[in-house]
């Protein structure tokens, strides 16, 4: 029997071990929070991701992968020779650190839009103008769904937002005017083997993504051009495992690369119920080395995220689950997190035999989720 350990307990880490327990895989997650979604479904080390005994269980299983990037270094490092960490602490150090992943991304090949670290205050004189005059002031690390990010418009505006994100290393981009977002997933095999996933379009309210559908609406072409970059940048920061890339897509076609994540995506929970292999065992094969083709759905498909969302005086708005579910061709995927305003508690996939019907479906399911 195969075992696979994973840093982290979320909601990722959930569905990575729904989807490796029919492959004959068993989990453990390494998890501090005790409520954590994971809980229910794999093996729970119930401790700090640098406990010394909880780390010696995950370096008994045959391979260890993680469901977020802010994993601490020291528990990579005491890893380290024991067992195959994928995707590996080099990847993982950049992924986490905007201005690195920037740096590596362009190295790689990959076009990104224009940027700026800042380490200094120093760093922020004339710096709107280089990226363009308008911007978007990201904190380097821990961002995520949007938080530790701020539009500035004028120099004033950037100090302003600098001081108010604590004066920590951030990176200052350009603000791109793109047409849709979408993002791609790419797994490479230890051997160098590279598959990918769909390419998803996606739709972000207030910085979190709300709808992802597939397939994107692109120009013909654009999936391949996704697929070069990625292959580029797997190939460059020598992936083992499963990452995504989120793009910008320019009104002329032309991709830029958002970020990374070094791991399955939100983007990618559509595949679930899509009718092809999902991005969960795509994972689960790449990290084991396991045979893996590329993933994508059967048939057109979107996700709908349920986030915690309150009323006029901050009541909880939870939606009616029975009404959602009894639509024709959608599943509600719950995490059993508590409400809390903006979190992310779970998705609603759909699924329909074509794209029109998938877009009638959707807007039927939308109003039903606050
Ligand atoms: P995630 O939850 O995806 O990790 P995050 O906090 O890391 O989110 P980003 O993905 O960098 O944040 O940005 C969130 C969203 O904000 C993007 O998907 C996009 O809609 C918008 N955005 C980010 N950067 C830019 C930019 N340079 N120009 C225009 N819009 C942007
Ligand atoms: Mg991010
Ligand atoms: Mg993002």
Not at 193 to 222: W, Y
Not at 347 to 363: F, K
């Amino acid at each position: 029997e195969r075992t696979l350990g994973i840093l982290g307990g979320g909601q990722l880490a959930q569905m990575l071990a729904l989807a490796a327990i029919p492959l004959g895989v068993r989990v453990t997650v390494l998890e501090p929070d005790p409520q954590a979604p994971a809980r229910l479904c794999a093996r729970h080390l119930c401790a700090p991701y640098t406990d010394p005994a909880g780390l010696a269980q995950l370096a008994a299983c045959d391979a260890v992968t993680l469901e977020f990037e802010n994993v601490p270094v020291e528990a990579l490092d005491a890893l380290r020779g024991r067992v195959p960490v994928r995707p590996g602490a080099d990847l993982l150090a950049r992924s986490k650190h905007r201005a690195r992943e920037k740096q590596a991304l362009q190295r790689a090949g990959a076009v990104t839009a224009p940027f700026e670290a800042i380490e200094s205050a120093e760093d922020l004189n004339g710096a709107l103008g280089r990226v363009g005059g308008r911007g978007i002031l990201k904190t380097s690390e821990l961002g995520y769904d949007g938080k530790g990010q701020a539009r500035v418009n004028t120099d004033a505006e950037l100090r302003a937002a600098w001081d108010a994100l604590g004066c920590v290393p951030c990176v200052l981009e350009g603000f791109v005017a793109f047409e849709r977002e979408v993002s791609l997933g790419v797994a490479r095999s230890a051997g160098g083997q590279v598959a990918f996933g769909p390419l998803v379009e996606n739709v972000h309210k207030g910085g979190i993504l709300r709808t992802s559908v597939f397939p994107a609406h692109v120009p013909h072409g654009t999936q391949a051009a996704a697929r070069d970059m990625a292959r580029a940048v797997a190939d460059a920061w020598d992936l083992e495992g499963l990452m995504t890339l989120e793009f910008f897509v320019l009104p002329g076609g032309q991709l830029l690369v958002n970020e990374v994540a070094p791991r399955v995506h939100n983007s990618g929970h559509l595949t679930q119920d899509g009718g092809g292999l999902s991005q969960f065992e795509a994972q689960v094969r790449a990290v084991l080395d396991l045979p893996l083709s590329d993933w994508a759905p059967l048939l057109p498909c979107a996700m709908v995220n349920v986030v915690g969302a309150a009323g006029p005086e901050g009541q909880p708005l939870m939606p009616d689950w029975a009404a959602t579910d009894a639509l024709s061709g959608t599943r509600v995927h719950l995490y059993h997190k508590d409400w809390r305003a903006g979190r992310k508690l779970g998705h609603v996939n759909l699924v329909a035999p074509d794209p029109e019907t998938l877009r009638e479906r959707l807007a039927s399911l939308e109003p039903l989720i606050p």
